[in-house]
């Protein structure tokens, strides 16, 4: 793939936009990634940042000539970018990509390389304990590897080997459920249904991490050489009736057997954008403790009660039934399912989903 760089800054001996990035600063900051999270993150970081989509193939260390950090965003914080790939190959991918940004952040002597992920790849059930960043990561079956968790821990294999070396420092950040402007995952859609999902025998507590305090950590732990694994979240945690009150919203309460079958089949036919196994994210809960960071001195500006709000704000309008959205005339028609729509899995939904199917 050729090279993608997108740069408000004037390069040095160049205009803005034009020709090869030319000679810069050893404290330079590469963001390499797509989609909203990357492009938030470079925005919030300041001077001096380059936005590469994808190292290629072919010299990817004459991307980062210059770079003292470079920001690799895992987690695109984008479901219409997501790879529509089968497991393996997008494994593979992603596995190719990493190595390549490490090898070329080597190759130039960056001092830091911070990669963006998720907590998801801690994973999420029904007592599930606040996740600490020395919590070991739980063995994942095949069904979970299936979407976003599978890609991220393939990366983060990767690394943990690079971890090992002497240099650069390598710092994995996981957050909770990013918002912000452009943020769309499956855990914002969520609020886009008629009803908030919610699996019985389970209280999903909510948090959130707005994306200017991720870019945040991100700057602080190179400002610090924290490395390893980092959690990153507000403070606050929300109860599900203080979710549902500002949400102004009403829950539906499935069996757990329910939910997770039905959302298996829509994700089969091509309803459902996500595996059903990150519907757990969902309805049970995830939230972090963020132990080093905040023994260092970070703090995160929004609270997850604010988070909530840009949440709110960005899906006003907006109706998606099984993590899919739709049209005011569909969700109009799809309205009389009422609790059952929010479940993603109506009858009608259902007939429709294997009729697209249908040569």
């Known amino acids: 793939m050729g090279e993608q760089i997108r740069s408000g800054r004037t390069r040095r001996g160049g205009d803005p936009g034009a020709g090869p990035v030319g000679p810069v600063l050893a404290d330079d900051v590469v963001v390499v990634g797509r989609g909203p999270i990357a492009s938030a993150v470079a925005a919030a970081w300041g001077e001096d940042v380059r936005t590469i989509d994808e190292l290629p193939a072919d010299n990817p260390q004459d991307h980062l000539v210059g ?21 393996r190959e997008r494994e593979t991918a992603v596995v190719a990509h990493t190595q390549r940004v490490l090898g070329a952040a080597r190759a130039v002597g960056a001092r830091h390389v911070v990669s963006i992920g998720s907590a998801v790849v801690h994973g999420a059930w029904a007592d599930r304990p606040v996740i600490h960043d020395a919590d070991a990561l739980p063995r994942v079956d095949e069904a979970a590897r299936e979407g976003l968790v599978g890609d991220l821990l393939a990366a ?58 991720l870019a945040a950590a991100a700057r602080f732990a190179v400002a610090h050489r924290l490395t390893g694994a980092l959690t990153v979240g507000a403070e606050d945690v929300l109860e599900p009736a203080e979710v549902e009150t500002a949400a102004g919203m009403r829950r539906i ?37 963020a132990d080093r960071l905040r023994d260092a001195g970070w703090a995160a500006r929004w609270s997850s009660a604010a988070c909530l709000d840009v949440l709110l704000e960005g899906v006003q309008g907006r109706v998606a039934v099984a993590g899919r959205r739709v049209g005011t ?4 028609a799809l309205g009389a399912a009422g609790a059952a729509v929010a479940l993603i899995g109506t009858a009608a939904v259902w007939r429709q989903a294997r009729a697209r199917r249908r040569p």
């Open 156 to 213: 983060e294999a990767v690394l943990e080997r690079a971890r090992r070396r002497k240099a650069p420092l390598v710092t994995v950040l996981r957050p909770a459920a990013v918002v912000g402007v452009g943020i769309d995952t499956f855990v914002t859609r969520h609020f886009e249904a008629p009803r908030l999902l919610t699996v019985r025998g389970a209280v999903r507590q909510w948090q959130f991490v707005h994306v200017e305090d």
């Open 253 to 289: 309460e499935l069996a757990a057997t329910t939910a997770f079958g039905t959302a298996e089949r829509l994700h089969r036919v091509g309803v459902l954008p996500a595996p059903a196994s990150e519907l757990a994210f969902v309805v049970y809960p995830w939230t972090v403790a």
């Open 329 to 332: 005339r569909d969700a109009a």
């Open 67 to 87: 770079a003292g950090v470079v920001v690799l965003v895992l987690h695109p914080g984008d479901l219409v970018g997501s790879p529509v790939n089968g497991r």
